[in-house]
Structures are given as C-alpha cells and as structure tokens.
C-alpha cells in the first residue's frame, strides 16, 4: 500500500512567514509523529498523535509551533512567525498499534529553507 | 531521558567489504529500530528488533537488550549502501516517540 506522504517537498519562505507542512500517514495507522532533522542537532521529535487522545507536545521548540491532525488522518503542522533557525527537514512518521508494535513509517520530508 | 549512542560516527569501505555498525542505549527499551537515509534523504526501514537477531539478504541485526547495545551488519558492501545509518529506540510500549542516535555515515566507494 501507499507510504507516508507529505507536502511539499521543498519550501523556501522569509523570516516572519507563517508556514504550513502537510502529512498524509499510512492508512489505518493510529499515530503520527513529527520530527525534525537540521545540522546540529540531529533527528528530534516535535509532537505526536495517538489516536483520539490529546497530543503529546513535549517536543515543540516554541509556541510559533502548532499541529493538528483532522478525523485522525492528515495531520498539519504550522509555523508562525519563521526564523532562520527553522530551517530544516520536518520528516513525519506513522505507527500501528499492534504487530510489530509501534514500528514508525517515515515520510519523505518537507524542507524548509526560511531566508 | 534515554541516551542513544552510534559508533563510527564515520566509515569508508572498499566495495565488496563487510562492517559492523553499533549502537547503545542508556536504558531498556520496548522498540529499537534500525534505518538507512539515502542520499535523498528518505528514511528506509531496515529492522524492527528490539531484541534477538534478524537477517535480510546483505544485512542483519542483532540486539542483546541485557546488555544495551545493537549491532548492524553488513557484508559484501555495494556503492548503494551508501548513506547515514540510524538507530532509534523508545523505552514505553505501543506508539511512543523514538530517541535517535546521531548515526554512522557510510561511504562505499568502488
């Protein structure tokens, strides 16, 4: 079946732009999770989604940023207000709860470049 | 939080020869994934062991989780398993975010 998809692929704004990176997960898989790689600080989680429950929001950076996941599908996140130090590839995952337990699907990423 | 550690943080091979990739982990974990990101960037699933020894064709791992370390291999290396690899665990059941090591980063050269 389809993987994890997101949108757009590329994404290059000015600083101060609000921006909005879109993620479609695997069907029927009950979380999704955010995630962001940049040069100096690795692979680090953001936010996730499980199923009906409130996001764990542990990970986000700052309140510029926010996520929402529609009728337990799609889920955006959205920047406010970007600086430079944004920059970086947002990768989205998606889980099942059950066999193999938890195992996270990656999406392709969405790059953003804030000028 | 649980800590992720990956050594060699670098590697170059010959083409055709085997290495070991490893990880440790500060903590038990319930999952501990392994990934390859290509040079696009895309993160590629290798193995899901959180514990015990898998195989897929060039690749296997094994996880010792009494002993918090896993370890990658791979024989008779290609140019195309080139890339950065990754291990990721998390310490709670089901659908929880995974901690990252900072990864190997693998070139296989002709």
């Known amino acids: 079946g389809a993987g994890v998809s997101q949108s757009p692929s590329n994404k290059v704004t000015e600083k101060g732009k609000d921006v909005e990176l879109r993620c479609d997960p695997i069907?029927?898989?009950?979380?999704l999770y955010w995630y962001r790689q940049s040069l100096g600080q690795g692979l680090e989680f953001l936010i996730y989604?499980?199923?009906?429950?409130?996001?764990?929001k542990s990970g986000l950076p700052s309140d510029r940023f926010s996520a929402e996941r529609t009728g337990g599908s799609v889920s955006t996140l959205t920047i406010q207000r970007t600086q430079q130090e944004d920059s970086a590839v947002y990768l989205c995952a998606s889980s099942y709860r059950d066999r193999p337990r938890g195992e996270q699907f990656f999406g392709p990423g969405t790059r953003l470049t804030v000028l | 939080g649980i800590q992720v550690e990956q050594s060699p943080p670098d590697l170059i091979l010959q083409e055709g020869a085997n290495s070991t990739l490893r990880c440790n982990f500060s903590d038990s974990v319930n999952n501990l994934q392994w990934f390859h990101q290509n040079p696009w960037g895309q993160l590629i699933n290798l193995f899901y062991i959180p514990s015990g020894t898998k195989q897929n064709g060039r690749l296997s791992a094994t996880t010792v989780a009494t002993e918090r370390y896993s370890l990658l291999y791979i024989s008779s290396s290609q140019t195309t398993d080139s890339g950065v690899y990754f291990c990721?665990?998390?310490?709670?059941?089901?659908?929880?975010?995974?901690?990252f090591g900072k990864g190997t980063r693998l070139s296989v050269i002709a």
């Open positions: 069907s029927g898989h009950t979380a």
């Open positions: 989604f499980q199923g009906n429950s409130a996001p764990d």
């Open positions: 990721a665990v998390n310490r709670n059941s089901g659908n929880t975010p995974l901690v």
